[in-house]
T-cell receptor, first 114, second 114 residues
């Protein structure tokens, strides 16, 4: 069965610091998809990125970057120059086959202080 | 762009009552998922439908039932409500197409059972 572990329950940083959120996953499938979602205090789940298991290329989108390493089953998320508006719970998730359920990690509460 | 619509957004019920949550997927999306997120927890998969047929089932209590209708909207029916059913219920939709795997989440229905 698939599993996602986000060992960092809470992280607190000061604005403009860089912060990395860790995600480690387990799966027996060779084809799978990894996701990151952001959940601000308002409660909605905001899609950030999807990565398939065949694409280990790192991705950068503005202040966000993702490091996918199959060898260590990790899909870490870095926010550069954090801002107060980045404060939220961030979830890493895995999907083993197309159209199937998402299995979420327990989430990391990020607080960015001014 | 049109998003997933959930109604109602907030619902307060008493123990042993019945609740019905509705989900309207993004137009042309044929797959609907339901997730339950308890306070301080990650979203847990309940059930999904593809082309009006149940496609996957997670940890959904027997007191809950769901279906997808001919217009692709879905309803989650919850009976004999318990205090532990208080949670945020998300609906997500996706286009079960070969190249698209993102699940787009609705804003959620916050159910409070008193």
């Amino acid at each position: 069965a698939q599993k996602v572990t986000q060992a960092q329950t809470e992280i607190s940083v000061v604005e403009k610091e860089d912060v990395t959120l860790d995600c480690v996953y387990e799966t027996r499938d060779t084809t799978y998809y990894l996701f990151w979602y952001k959940q601000p205090p308002s409660g909605e789940l905001v899609f950030l990125i999807r990565r398939n298991s065949f694409d280990e290329q790192n991705e950068i989108s503005g202040r966000y970057s993702w490091n996918f390493q199959k060898s260590t089953s990790s899909f870490n998320f870095t926010i550069t120059a954090s801002q107060v508006v980045d404060s939220a719970v961030y979830f890493c998730a895995i999907q083993e086959t197309s159209g199937s359920r998402l299995t979420f990690g327990e989430g990391t509460q990020l607080t960015v202080n001014p | 762009a049109a998003g997933v619509i959930q109604s109602p957004r907030h619902l307060i019920k008493e123990k042993r009552e019945t609740a019905t949550l509705k989900c309207y997927p993004i137009p042309r999306h044929d797959t609907v998922y339901w997730y339950q997120q308890g306070p301080g927890q990650d979203p847990q998969f309940l059930i999904s439908f593809y082309e009006k047929m149940q496609s996957d089932k997670g940890s959904i209590p027997d007191r809950f039932s769901a279906q997808q209708f001919s217009d692709y909207h879905s309803e989650l029916n919850m009976s004999s409500l318990e205090l532990g059913d208080s949670a945020l219920y998300f609906c997500a939709s996706s286009l079960d197409h070969r190249d698209t795997y993102e699940q787009y989440f609705g804003p959620g229905t916050r159910l409070t059972v008193t």
